[in-house]
Every structure is written in structure tokens, then in C-alpha cells.
């Protein structure tokens, strides 16, 4: 299997919903995102189930991608309707209802087949502006 098969089989798995979505990842994976940082997969599971919880229909489409070693990089469109409740720095919102299409760039460190490192870049702003929550609102999925 590829990298870049190994990073589409962990965000289809998210999008499927599937309970062992970590397997994709290293037990010591370094995960890093616009609102904190987790280490190891357990943590990392966590982070990823905050945004499934909140995104029930959330769905990934690899836009562009391409691999240098083994780091692949990808150009993401993430959508989902906020059905369920979402972290943010000052606790749990309600949710909103509404939809959002996120924009996000990731590097994906892939290494004998798991994710060992994953960065995601994106504007947090972007997401808290369609959900209509205000840009003051700084989300975070790490509790």
C-alpha cells in the first residue's frame, strides 16, 4: 500500500464512521492542528471523535495532493453540518445547524504503513464563521 493510500484510508475511514479508525496511526503518533496538540493515537482518536461527535456527516475530499519521501501533503475540503455539540476554548457550544466547507492543507509523516505524524493547517476563522459563532470563538477538539 501506498503513503498516500494510507492517508485516504484514515480520512475514509473517519468519513465511514468506522470504530477503529486509529488503526491508520502509529501507538505514538505526533499530531499537531490549529488548537493544541496530541501525542499517541488514544489522544490523537480523541481529538478526530470531538469533530466526528460535532460533524456527524462530516465528509474529506482530497482536493490536490503529493508525496516527497514519506511525507504526503494534501489540500482538503471538509464538510459536515454541526449537528452536535463543539469544543472551543471557553467549553462545549450548542450546536449551530448549520454547514461548513473547510479549507485545510495536511502533511502526513507515513512510515511502514501508519500515519507516525500528522500536521493540519486550516483557518479556524473560516469554521467559526459559518457556523456563525464569530471569529472571537477559537475552536478546540482537545479536551
Do not use: C
Amino acid at each position: 500500500m501506498s503513503d498516500l493510500q494510507v492517508v485516504k484510508g484514515w480520512l475514509d475511514s473517519i468519513d465511514a464512521r468506522e470504530d477503529d479508525f486509529a488503526r491508520w496511526l502509529a501507538p505514538d503518533v505526533a499530531w499537531w492542528a490549529p488548537g493544541g496538540a496530541a501525542q499517541g493515537a488514544e489522544e490523537v482518536a480523541g481529538f478526530v471523535r470531538g469533530f466526528m461527535d460535532a460533524f456527524p456527516d462530516l465528509v474529506h475530499v482530497i482536493q490536490r495532493s503529493t508525496v516527497m519521501g514519506t511525507v504526503v501533503i494534501t489540500e482538503i475540503v471538509t464538510s459536515g453540518t454541526n449537528t452536535g455539540p463543539i469544543a472551543s476554548a471557553v467549553g462545549l457550544l450548542p450546536p449551530t445547524g448549520r454547514t461548513m466547507s473547510l479549507h485545510s492543507v495536511g502533511l502526513y509523516d507515513v512510515q511502514g504503513g501508519v500515519i507516525v505524524e500528522g500536521r493540519l493547517y486550516f483557518d479556524q476563522v473560516e469554521i467559526t464563521s459559518q457556523l456563525d459563532l464569530g471569529p472571537e470563538v477559537i475552536l478546540s477538539s482537545y479536551q
